[in-house]
């Protein structure tokens, strides 16, 4: 039976809690328990299987980076955003600046901070966060989701090393209106409040090229084509190339404990567990998303 497998998957990530840690950088994330651990997954045939803490609230953090690029190649389009911000694993932790300051000025990609800063000021004149908001409760099937204003807060008052960056952006051209709006929606949009369910409506989204479970298309083909492709280069940061050889399941995850994943025509997959591996990804999940892609052989290839 599917749900013996996502039970079994559970217990397969649970020993691995104990090797990472929760984020303190963003001292609200130090808050979560780490031994939460759930995992939903959304078929595109309408059945749903959930396992675990799959109703906590937790703050998606870089998982809306994939929401972001989304509505900026819908809002903005593929050229502006890509003449700005690249298509490459950048090899480097997720905030770093050490490659913004070489002969490529431009950020490696856009899950990223720094090339997720660049894309929420793309967006930040055309689309208010009130409408993200919206949009990311329509993209998740979630209306729960709501502005978590603790986590909010708490990155906004130590912010200090993504507003470096966004004013590096700024002197190389690529942020050209207002910073600190930008940056002000950049964090919003990380301190939404989701669920392992809501991942994986999201995921079912684009498992479904951008058509919802009611038949309606909330994103173009070619969006979410190419969000998914983002996502399997450079969805784990500098942990993409062995979790793409090893899962091979577009991904994203996120410090607040969160991982989207979609097997492509198939489902969504999403998965809560805030300890973290030394690259900001949830150790567990990545744990179990290697026992089910090898188990239900779900790997693209
Ligand atoms: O900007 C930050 O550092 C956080 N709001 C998001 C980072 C993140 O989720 C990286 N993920 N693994």
Do not use: W
């Not at 793309?122 to 919206?134: A, Q």
């Not at 930008?182 to 079912?204: H, I, P, Q």
Request: some cysteine; hydrophobic content about 40%.
């Amino acid at each position: 039976m599917f749900q013996d497998l996502i039970n079994e998957a559970l217990e397969t990530g649970r020993p691995y809690i104990k090797e990472g840690e929760v984020a303190t950088y963003i001292p609200e994330l130090g808050r979560a328990d780490k031994n939460k651990l759930g995992i939903s997954i959304f078929c595109r045939d309408g059945s749903r299987f959930s396992c675990g803490d799959t109703k906590d609230r937790f703050s998606i953090q870089s998982i809306s980076k994939v929401i972001s690029l989304a509505v900026a190649l819908e809002v903005c389009g593929f050229d502006m955003v890509f003449e700005n911000v690249g298509m490459e694993p950048s090899g480097d932790a997720f905030n770093s600046l050490i490659k913004l300051e070489g002969s490529n000025s431009h950020p490696y990609n856009p899950m990223i901070n720094s090339g997720a800063i660049a894309v929420a000021s793309f967006i930040e004149p055309k689309v208010s966060f009130e409408e993200m908001l919206e949009l990311a409760r329509c993209f998740c099937q979630d209306d729960g989701i709501v502005l978590d204003e603790k986590v909010y807060r708490s990155e906004m008052s130590t912010v200090a090393r993504n507003r470096a960056i966004a004013y590096l952006l700024e002197s190389k051209g690529v942020i050209n209106g207002n910073v600190e709006e930008a940056l002000d929606f950049y964090v919003k949009m990380c301190s939404l409040s989701v669920t392992a369910e809501s991942l994986a409506g999201l995921g079912l989204l684009l498992a479904n090229d951008g058509v919802d479970p009611s038949g309606k298309r909330l994103l173009n083909s070619d969006t979410v084509r190419v969000v998914k492709t983002i996502m399997l280069t450079c969805g784990m940061y500098d942990g993409s190339g062995e979790f793409a050889v090893r899962v091979g399941i577009p991904s994203k995850s996120g410090v607040g404990g969160g991982l989207l994943s979609v097997v492509d025509g198939k489902m969504g997959i999403g998965i809560y567990g805030p300890s973290l591996d030394a690259k900001g990804n949830s150790i567990a999940g990545r744990k179990i998303l290697q026992f089910l892609s090898s188990q239900m052989k779900l790997h693209i290839f």
